[in-house]
């Protein structure tokens, strides 16, 4: 049974850091995209980032602009992780990740990130 399953996320002070990683488990896990969505209260979900099979990363513009966010994987330990940096409270959201192999697509149950002005 496949499971994914966010965590690091909590309550941080808006400039600081922080790193949310999604776990994998019961597949194989080297043929994969992970993609990274958050979604901010009475907001639609919004994609973040996504981590490719072979290291390359591909980021929305917006994202990808202001070079905050960062996205990176370990195929050893089944994880990828979100580095954020320079948080802003607009960043409040639940953060899920979204993982894909072989034609199936698994989403974990979110970790929540709070910052706070």
């Known amino acids: 049974q496949v499971q994914v399953v966010e965590s690091g996320g909590g309550l941080v002070q808006a400039g600081e850091s922080l790193r949310v990683s999604c776990t994998v488990s019961?597949?194989?896990?080297?043929?994969?995209?992970v993609a990274w969505y958050r979604q901010a209260p009475e907001k639609e979900r919004e994609w973040v980032g996504t981590?490719?099979?072979?290291?390359?990363?591909?980021?929305p513009t917006s994202v990808k602009g202001e070079g905050r966010f960062g996205i990176s994987r370990n195929n050893a330990r089944k994880q990828v992780y979100l580095q954020m940096n320079s948080l802003k409270t607009e960043d409040t959201a639940v953060y899920y990740c979204?993982?894909?192999?072989?034609?199936?697509?698994?989403w974990g149950q979110g970790t929540r990130v709070t910052v706070s002005a």
């Open positions: 979204n993982f894909k192999t072989h034609g199936f697509s698994y």
């Open positions: 981590i490719l099979n072979d290291g390359r990363v591909n980021y």
């Open positions: 019961g597949t194989d896990f080297s043929v994969s995209t």
